[in-house]
């Protein structure tokens, strides 16, 4: 099974899972910076939010407008007072999202997110940093891609585009149709298996330890491109 998906910046993530029997609309993940000070964005569909809210404690219980025209919906993250901010804008047909330190106001939230421009795509926002705010120097642009096997198991496959200095590819692994494919020790706490090509490391988690194998046979069969 063959989807894409655009990274914030723009590029598109071209993936193939051939043991994949449905593969449910993906999450992008981001990190904004600003003067040292970073935000995580977040954007997928509307139940990708509502599962944000849920998993939180967090409700959006006010609106502002941005400069762009587009409307700001807030809360306190996790309904505490002394938190921060729980936040969401609709791009098209999707939602960003993300929540703020404490120390990052309603002010400084909507200062910072007017120097972002949000362009809607099918495939997922295209986000463009302007003025003070940039991209992260220290994270990379992420997928987050639910993988319904047709075994019947699933997976959570985490693609990550490779950057010099922050992603590390090795050179170990077994020779696989997408790169080179390793899998995480016995005694590692936790279980994996990592997929190395030359655009993105792909991390795929099982659902259950039971579906390790599984998940490592299937990452093996996939592709991870830019399109």
């Not at 904004?32 to 944000?52: K, R, V």
């Not at 696989?176 to 490391?201: N, Q």
Request: aromatic residues 4%; without cysteine.
């Amino acid at each position: 099974m063959h989807t894409t998906r655009r990274l914030h910046n723009g590029e598109t993530l071209a993936l193939d899972v051939p043991d994949a029997a449905n593969l449910p609309p993906a999450a992008a993940i981001s990190v904004l910076s600003q003067d040292g000070l970073e935000l995580e964005i977040n954007s997928g569909s509307a139940h990708h939010l509502e599962h944000y809210l849920a998993t939180s404690g967090s409700t959006l219980t006010h609106e502002v407008q941005l400069r762009d025209g587009l409307t700001l919906r807030h809360g306190r993250y996790g309904g505490d007072p002394a938190s921060g901010l729980a936040f969401a804008l609709a791009v098209g047909d999707h939602e960003v999202y993300g929540f703020t330190v404490p120390t990052l106001d309603l002010e400084g939230l909507t200062a910072l997110l007017s120097q972002v421009q949000f362009a809607p795509d099918p495939a997922g926002p295209v986000l463009t940093p302007g003025g003070s705010v940039e991209w992260s120097p220290f994270r990379t642009h992420d997928i987050a891609q639910v993988v319904e096997l047709t075994s019947g198991g699933h997976a959570l496959l985490d693609i990550r585009r490779t950057r010099s200095g922050v992603t590390r590819p090795s050179t170990a692994g077994l020779d696989v149709r997408g790169g080179k494919l390793s899998r995480s020790a016995e005694s590692d706490r936790a279980h994996y298996a990592v997929l190395e090509a030359p655009a993105f490391i792909v991390y795929g988690v099982p659902g259950t330890i039971e579906d390790m194998d599984t998940v490592a046979s299937a990452l093996g069969q996939v592709t991870a491109e830019l399109a």
